[in-house]
């Protein structure tokens, strides 16, 4: 298993621009969620899915978009960069339909700068 | 919302010592209580959890305490090792679907 995936390990944009970071998880898990890690801020959850059709939002959810066709995929899309969106984004999953299942599993993250 | 506060931000103690980091919560229906431990440039890892049923859990020289009517837990490091530096995060979850709430995070450091 290769577990919870991201892709890229970093990207550097414009603001203005928009992208999309990949998460991919290969354990079946229901459960998918989205963190922002900022210095000082510990982890913040931006969006979450408890399956595949199904998401919402979470503590710092604008600026960003979600869908969830997939049970493996849950990639998250940022509409138009901004600095304040310079981050190291994670990608988790837990096999609880509603997060409290147990362990979430982190991916690698995604160092973003947006200039 | 749930909010969690984490204390201290930075906690150094000597090698073989132990070291204890305290987190508060703040609603009463948050079942869900796991620790991370990040190192510099990595991923966060479950290092131990404990859910709302159960007052203490231990793992070797790691151990975590909750209580729920103060609602506060604590994570236990015992004989500390030079591997144990890192950052910690306490977090907590509810019953519903919204996630884990993290607290802000302690740098522990081990002196030799």
């Known amino acids: 298993n290769a577990g919870v995936t991201q892709t890229p390990k970093f990207q550097v944009l414009k603001t203005g621009q928009s992208m999309t970071l990949q998460c991919a998880q290969d354990?079946?898990?229901?459960?998918m969620s989205w963190y922002r890690q900022d210095p000082g801020m510990g982890l913040r959850l931006i969006h979450y899915s408890v399956g595949a059709g199904i998401t919402d939002q979470g503590e710092v959810p604008n600026g960003y978009n979600v869908s969830r066709s997939t049970t493996e995929d849950f990639p998250l899309r940022l509409l138009s960069a901004a600095p304040s969106q310079t981050s190291v984004y994670f990608c988790a999953s837990s096999y609880g339909q509603f997060g409290g299942g147990g362990e979430q599993f982190f991916g690698p993250g995604t160092r973003l700068t947006v200039l | 919302g749930e909010n969690v506060e984490q204390h201290p931000s930075t906690l150094s103690v000597q090698e073989g010592d132990s070291a204890v980091i305290k987190c508060t919560y703040s609603?009463?229906?948050?079942?869900?209580f796991p620790w991370y431990k990040q190192e510099l440039g990595k991923r966060p890892q479950l290092i131990i959890d404990i859910r709302s049923n159960v007052g203490e859990k231990k793992d070797q020289r790691i151990a975590v305490t909750l209580n729920k009517t103060a609602k506060h837990f604590s994570l236990h490091i015992t004989e500390t090792q030079p591997e144990d530096s890192a950052v910690y995060f306490c977090a907590a979850q509810g019953g519903g679907a919204d996630g884990l709430t993290f607290g802000k995070g302690t740098h522990l450091i081990i002196q030799p």
């Open positions: 609603d009463s229906a948050s079942n869900y």
């Open positions: 354990m079946n898990h229901e459960y």
